[in-house]
């Protein structure tokens, strides 16, 4: 017997006993690639992201507009709604939470829920306490490196759970959108491609809400 598996096991115990693993959930050492449709090509000259709806002045950015962005690194555990978790991933990018903190962007006291609009017309709904905890970050780098293609380079949501945060909800990894295009603010919520689909709408890893 090889002794991958091995280690593995006794990772994945480790971490059950540290209680940061959810039910039904299984550690993996991989990183699984999961996604609808092909990868999109990115073009730093024509790409943008837009941040627009119920915000007091909308933005639009460019690549090198959003890389002069404040930036942070979070690590965090990631948990696939497949029932794949991956535990301290790094990774860099923009906190929405922090340019928001900062007046970079200001939603407007009606905004309750945050729609990510990613490419081919994808999209994916959270609540806006969601998106502006600490859990979330606009990524661009995981692992100290940029972000490969099908993990959703140049830019993709990532909602994860901080170890000592259990008061932070936390959603399975679909919440996050690859190839991220575009933040909308919201007063109503709107489902996203995988909840028109069936899937659970708020997707509690701790409550096991995959499907609704």
């Excluded at 990183?31 to 073009?43: D, E, K, W």
């Excluded at 979330?136 to 293609?149: E, I, N, R």
């Amino acid at each position: 017997m090889s002794e991958k598996p091995i280690d593995r096991r006794q990772a994945q115990e480790a971490v059950r006993r540290e209680g940061r693993l959810p039910p039904g959930q299984a550690l993996t050492q991989k990183f699984p690639v999961l996604h609808y449709g092909p990868v999109p090509a990115f073009n730093p000259a024509t790409w943008d992201l837009r941040v627009f709806g119920e915000v007091e002045e909308p933005k639009r950015w460019t690549w090198e507009e959003f890389n002069r962005l404040p930036r942070t690194r979070r690590v965090m555990d990631i948990h696939c709604v497949t029932r794949w978790s991956k535990f301290d991933t790094e990774w860099e990018g923009v906190s929405l939470k922090d340019i928001v903190k900062q007046g970079i962007i200001r939603p407007k006291p009606t905004a309750r829920f945050l729609l990510q609009h990613c490419e081919y017309g994808f999209t994916v709904n959270i609540p806006l306490e969601v998106a502006l905890s600490e859990t979330f970050l606009l990524a661009t780098h995981f692992a100290g490196q940029p972000l490969s293609p099908d993990h959703g380079y140049p830019l993709r949501g990532i909602v994860g759970f901080l170890p000592g945060r259990e008061d932070l909800q936390t959603p399975y990894f679909w919440k996050g959108g690859k190839w991220l295009r575009g933040l909308e603010f919201m007063r109503e919520d709107r489902l996203g491609f995988w909840e028109e689909a069936g899937y659970h709408n708020r997707a509690d890893v701790w409550k096991e809400e995959r499907f609704a």
